[in-house]
């Protein structure tokens, strides 16, 4: 079981949705995918971000931290980061009819995120409490917004790496991602996440030609990051 929750939090740590301030957490997403941005760099602006009053941005910020701490060795800030962010988010009243349906998705897919990150730091009941609690908020997400392609994607992860008692089901999921690989509209960081992800779940199932087309984009994309370094290389091996 815990497996199958580390391979979930592996598959969603970087759905992180478009964001709009001038270098902010997406602007330091797209500078650690290309290089431009050291981790501890990397750290000093999200930790600026993440003392926001808008707690949807103090959240994300803290999230993607929480992500690159993991990824830098750094397993204990990772965790005790992502428990503020839990901690915040129940106490919180910020999904309330007032916001937008726009500002509902975001929401919703950031709380999934955390809670697929929380529940891979947990083990038995209270792991899988949290795991039913991402796929609900991706669900929930994609009922504000059916298009969402972040949402759809975070879902599909799920559904290929949950067990079948759990709802997964790799047959949907690899649907969902092909679907997603087939558009040419997406901004180029999920472009390159759908990729990263159908090139490791072709990899799984055995798919060779949908290994090579994923492989193929993220190559062409971003050479090397650490997001690359630290989720492809363990099934390059």
């Not at 298009?147 to 969902?176: C, D, K, Q």
Request: charged share 25%.
């Amino acid at each position: 079981m815990q497996r199958f929750f580390t391979a979930v939090f592996t598959a969603i740590v970087f759905l992180l949705p478009a964001f709009s301030e001038d270098m902010g957490t997406e602007a330091v997403f797209d500078a650690v995918l290309s290089e431009e941005l050291t981790y501890p760099q990397a750290s000093e602006r999200l930790e600026e971000l993440a003392s926001a009053d808008d707690l949807t941005v103090s959240l994300r910020a803290r999230y993607f931290h929480s992500v690159l701490a993991k990824y830098a060795g750094e397993e204990s800030v990772s965790r005790q980061i992502i428990q503020t962010c839990v901690d915040d988010i129940a106490v919180s009243q910020i999904a309330g009819p007032e916001l937008t349906p726009e500002q509902q998705t975001d929401f919703y897919l950031l709380t999934g995120d955390i809670y697929n990150q929380m529940a891979q730091n947990l083990r038995g009941f209270n792991a899988l409490s949290y795991a039913r609690k991402a796929k609900n908020s991706f669900e929930t997400a994609l009922v504000h917004d059916p298009e969402n392609a972040w949402a759809a994607l975070g879902l599909s992860l799920y559904l290929f790496h949950a067990p079948g008692i759990a709802g997964g089901s790799r047959e949907v999921a690899m649907g969902m991602l092909k679907e997603l690989a087939g558009s040419a509209e997406h901004e180029p960081q999920l472009r390159y996440m759908i990729h990263l992800w159908l090139f490791i779940t072709a990899r799984e199932t055995g798919d060779t030609a949908l290994e090579r087309k994923g492989r193929t984009v993220i190559d062409e994309m971003y050479p090397d990051n650490m997001i690359r370094r630290g989720i492809v290389a363990r099934y390059e091996k």
